[in-house]
């Protein structure tokens, strides 16, 4: 299993970004995948999830309305666009997978793969 984060950047308040994990070693039908994030000094966090079965999601009352999670089948691709960026939005992101398709936001530890992760910077 292999993910590969990319997307992130510097943006101003109000600004949108889309991250974009490119997985590869699993079919995205089996597994769940999570977007986490880090902030400097506080624990990581997590964002969105999506089921690749039955493509439900589930976001973080944090992001609510503001970020949606997607997956492209034929490009093995899972993308999470964000609008609305706010300065408490800056961390590092991380793209996980979990092998039971479980979509547990609450618990970094239950999820089976990480990327190396990608800077998203919400600064004027």
């Known amino acids: 299993v292999q993910l590969v984060e990319s997307g992130g950047g510097v943006v101003q308040p109000g600004g949108s970004l889309r991250l974009s994990c490119a997985h590869s070693?699993?079919?995205?039908?089996?597994?769940?995948l999570l977007w986490f994030r880090q902030a400097p000094g506080k624990g990581r966090e997590g964002v969105s999830c999506i089921n690749g079965r039955d493509g439900s999601t589930v976001y973080a009352d944090s992001v609510k309305g503001r970020f949606a999670i997607s997956s492209d089948v034929a490009r093995d691709t899972v993308s999470m666009d964000m609008s609305y960026l706010k300065p408490e939005d800056t961390a590092v992101y991380y793209c996980?997978?979990?092998?039971?398709?479980?979509?547990?936001?609450?618990?970094?530890?239950?999820?089976?793969?990480w990327g190396q992760g990608t800077q998203v910077t919400v600064s004027s």
């Open positions: 996980a997978v979990n092998e039971f398709r479980l979509c547990v936001l609450s618990d970094p530890q239950v999820n089976d793969y």
């Open positions: 070693g699993f079919s995205m039908n089996d597994y769940a």
